[in-house]
């Protein structure tokens, strides 16, 4: 559910993960925020979005400079959303394991393709270059582009990263078939959805719902008869 708002393509490849929460219901849905982000006048966007069900939704590709946390922290980072509030404890944080896991594996792909090391920095570390990750808080020390808290003083830092650094070095099957998703099969399957969707330009059928390209076809069909 990719988001128009975003600053293009990167000019160098990311060294960094920030984390982030969007600040609404911890237990809102992932294609919410998403579908959100993907209006112009929301002015903001993610990399990745995860929500407590273990859903992982692309709000924009890895290669594009999302508008998540001022500059550079966008231009240097890839931006995980938590749906989730930073005034969440660590054991608020902790019952949450699917979201946990999930956005663990995601992080732990990105630390794996662009080299990225499984360690939570400073603000003074990620300010000098250092490569990791880190919370939009930390981009806050290391640059105060913004005055954002989150993802907050609860979350579970060490435990997130012993996440990441289990699923980088216990490889399951799992990761093992989203590795093999490649960012090729993704925008393939992006197109081949924009090409199914509803489409307002089609028309509506009997509920105002938007006909798909099928339907579309199917109701002139019908109509030739």
Same mark, same amino acid.
């Given at each position: 559910?990719l988001?128009?708002n ?6 160098a490849?990311?060294?960094l /993960?920030? /984390?982030h929460?969007?600040e609404g219901?911890?237990?809102g849905?992932a294609?919410d925020?998403?579908?959100y ?10 990399t990745l979005?995860v929500?407590r069900?273990g ?12 508008w998540?946390?001022g500059s ?7 931006h995980l959303?938590? /749906?989730g509030?930073a /005034?969440?404890?660590t054991a608020?944080?902790l ?6 896991d999930a956005a663990?594996r995601?992080?732990?792909?990105w630390?794996?393709?662009y080299n ?11 300010r000098a270059?250092?490569?990791g990750?880190g919370g939009?808080?930390? %981009? ?5 582009a913004?005055d954002?808290t989150?993802p907050?003083?609860?979350?579970p830092?060490?435990q ?5 650094n289990?699923h980088? %070095?216990?490889?399951s099957?799992?990761?093992?078939d989203?590795?093999a998703?490649?960012d090729?099969?993704r925008?393939k399957?992006?197109?081949i959805?924009?090409q ?6 089609l028309g ?8 798909t390209?099928?339907?579309a076809v199917?109701?002139l ?5």
């Amino acid at each position: 559910m990719l988001s128009p708002n975003d600053s293009g393509v990167r000019a160098a490849p990311p060294s960094l /993960v920030i /984390v982030h929460t969007n600040e609404g219901d911890p237990n809102g849905r992932a294609d919410d925020l998403a579908a959100y982000l993907q209006k112009p006048s929301s002015q903001a966007s993610y990399t990745l979005i995860v929500d407590r069900t273990g859903r992982i939704v692309r709000s924009n590709d890895d290669e594009f400079v999302p508008w998540a946390a001022g500059s550079p922290a966008n231009e240097r980072g890839l931006h995980l959303c938590f /749906v989730g509030r930073a /005034v969440q404890s660590t054991a608020e944080w902790l019952a949450q394991p699917r979201q946990l896991d999930a956005a663990a594996r995601a992080v732990a792909d990105w630390c794996r393709r662009y080299n990225i090391p499984a360690t939570w920095l400073t603000g003074d570390r990620m300010r000098a270059g250092a490569r990791g990750i880190g919370g939009h808080d930390t %981009t806050v020390f290391a640059w105060h582009a913004t005055d954002h808290t989150d993802p907050g003083a609860g979350f579970p830092r060490a435990q997130f990263v012993a996440l990441v650094n289990k699923h980088l %070095t216990g490889t399951s099957q799992q990761e093992d078939d989203d590795m093999a998703f490649t960012d090729e099969d993704r925008r393939k399957l992006d197109y081949i959805y924009g090409q199914l969707r509803p489409w307002p330009q089609l028309g509506t059928n009997d509920k105002g719902e938007p006909l798909t390209l099928i339907d579309a076809v199917a109701e002139l069909k019908a109509n030739d008869r």
